[in-house]
């Protein structure tokens, strides 16, 4: 009878070791990172993914998502064209099971990209640009960054009111802008703040992505007589416009319209044409210098602006999954649409902060400038977020 009783106490711990062993964990929680890992844009695509890949582990030393004891999982679509976005979302949210999706950078992938997960019913967090993204009436949309002709308005003002306060005031101005999504909406918010501004716009010309030869385009901006020039373009182009109007002895102040202006890669393919540049931005890893150190430190190059934006989209989105306490992708819609989340990579953003308005929107972002400094970008203006005074024409400016 004893050597039963210690063969039933044996057979019970047994048991309960077992049991205890092979109790399933949580599974993982996926988010799909919808981004451009070839073609012309896969650059920003690998900006991209380094920041996720960098919020993830504050993530994970935090203890992941506590509310369900379970870890994130990332899970990409290379989108090198608009034309891959829908079946890239349909392959991830029906065979990889993700939860919501962040991406993509180009505004006409995620335009594509975001009807589909509005059907789908999953939500999407991006920092394109285009101001169709959040204008249709979508539930399942949420924008990081300000839409383009907001971004459009404060590069002309900015450049304006830098230009005035160096004494050398704007007369004429010239837009340059590629056909695409982000290139027509922002280049519509520069039309609108040069005509509040009273401010002539000399040359107003479109231009196919991916040019190849910039000098027709160089040489109209210097036969309009404009003494402000506003491209508006991804980074090959961009490269190809500065390159041409330094090497044609253009010397007139450039701004950038963000994307290809404020990648550490305008600094490798243009070397020394970069000094001065200025170029508008959604935000500049000097207002995050702890996170900017660890990527530095990582990657061996300053962060890229969609590297903090969409890491910070990111851990938004987990926030809310955590918040939610659920996977049902409505529940984490509607905590992303109720979130204010002011720590992590949100904090390094122009407004301190990642929230959204009733149409999905930022809610508290603003746009920045920088000037290309050395081998740095540093945030120039609005005064109130600048790092560094800007220098217009070899003059520092107060």
Not at 3 to 14: F, M, P, T
């Amino acid at each position: 009878m004893f050597g039963k009783s210690i063969l039933a106490a044996v057979a019970g711990i047994a048991a309960f070791g077992a049991s205890f062993e092979y109790a399933p964990a949580a599974e993982p929680v996926k988010i799909g990172v919808l981004v451009p890992l070839s073609g012309s844009t896969s650059q920003f695509g690998i900006n991209t993914r380094n920041g996720v890949e960098l919020a993830l582990e504050d993530i994970k030393a935090a203890g992941g998502i506590k509310s369900l004891g379970a870890d994130v999982e990332l899970v990409y679509a290379d989108v090198p064209a608009p034309n891959a976005a829908a079946a890239a979302v349909q392959r991830l949210v029906s065979q990889d099971k993700v939860v919501g999706i962040v991406g993509s950078f180009v505004s006409s992938t995620t335009l594509a990209a975001s009807e589909v997960t509005e059907r789908l019913g999953v939500p999407m967090i991006t920092h394109s640009f285009a101001d169709q993204i959040t204008s249709r009436g979508y539930k399942y949309i949420f924008q990081v960054s300000n839409k383009a002709s907001t971004i459009g308005q404060k590069q002309f003002d900015y450049a304006v009111e830098i230009a005035k306060r160096a004494g050398k005031p704007i007369t004429k101005a010239a837009i340059l802008y590629e056909d695409t999504a982000y290139g027509t909406a922002q280049a519509k918010g520069l039309r609108d703040a040069a005509a509040a501004a009273k401010i002539p716009v000399v040359l107003d010309e479109s231009y196919p992505l991916n040019v190849t030869d910039a000098s027709p385009l160089v040489n109209k901006i210097r036969a309009s007589g404009a003494d402000l020039v506003f491209p508006v373009s991804y980074f090959n182009d961009a490269l190809m416009i500065i390159r041409t109007m330094k090497q044609q002895k253009l010397d007139i102040p450039t701004v950038g319209g963000a994307a290809g202006y404020i990648v550490p890669d305008f600094k490798k393919g243009l070397g020394e044409f970069t000094e001065g540049v200025f170029s508008i931005a959604p935000a500049n890893y000097d207002n995050a210098p702890a996170i900017a150190a660890r990527y530095k430190a990582k990657h061996g190059m300053f962060m890229a602006h969609e590297a903090l934006m969409y890491g910070a989209a990111f851990q938004h989105m987990v926030k809310a999954i955590d918040e939610a306490k659920s996977r049902d992708p409505d529940k984490i819609r509607d905590a992303i649409a109720k979130l204010k989340k002011c720590d992590g990579f949100s904090a390094g953003l122009p407004g301190g902060c990642t929230a959204f308005d009733a149409n999905g929107l930022t809610s508290v972002a603003f746009p920045i400038f920088v000037q290309w400094k050395g081998e740095d970008i540093a945030t120039v203006y609005p005064p109130e977020a600048a790092k560094a005074p800007p220098v217009w024409h070899g003059k520092d400016v107060k």
